[in-house]
């Protein structure tokens, strides 16, 4: 059984940036892809960014291309997501997610997730 941890959410300006860790823990941790994800108030959860935990090649929302980076360090077992440039927008809940296959841009394909944490930000 896979548990996912997020960190990394808080309050920020406009034009700032954070960045949110996702660690995770489990027997035998070797997923197909890990992906953010992310639920703002009264909408549906929606796919952020992946990443294929063998080869990296990675996927982005229309949303967040060119600002949002993904990256995974295998050895710790832990993804990440590099926020710049934020927008009020960008305000919800950031989950993290495993799937066991693909394809890794599709929030169905996900079967193991954290708990979220929150990124608001402020205009």
């Known amino acids: 059984q896979v548990r996912l941890v997020e960190s990394g959410g808080g309050l920020v300006q406009a034009g700032g940036s954070l960045r949110l860790s996702c660690a995770a823990s489990?027997?035998?941790?070797?997923?197909?892809?890990m992906g953010w994800f992310r639920q703002a108030p009264g909408k549906e959860r929606e796919t952020v960014a992946g990443?294929?935990?063998?080869?990296?090649?990675?996927y982005y929302a229309d949303s967040v291309k060119g600002r949002f980076t993904i990256s995974r360090d295998n050895a710790k077992n832990t993804v990440y997501l590099q926020m710049n440039s934020l927008k009020p927008e960008d305000t919800a809940v950031y989950f993290c997610?495993?799937?066991?296959?693909?394809?890794?841009?599709?929030?169905?394909?996900?079967?193991?997730w954290g708990q979220g944490t929150q990124v608001t930000v402020s205009s």
């Open positions: 997610a495993a799937s066991r296959s693909g394809p890794y841009y599709m929030k169905e394909r996900y079967d193991s």
């Open positions: 489990g027997r035998t941790f070797n997923p197909y892809a």
């Open positions: 990443i294929t935990w063998s080869s990296g090649s990675t």
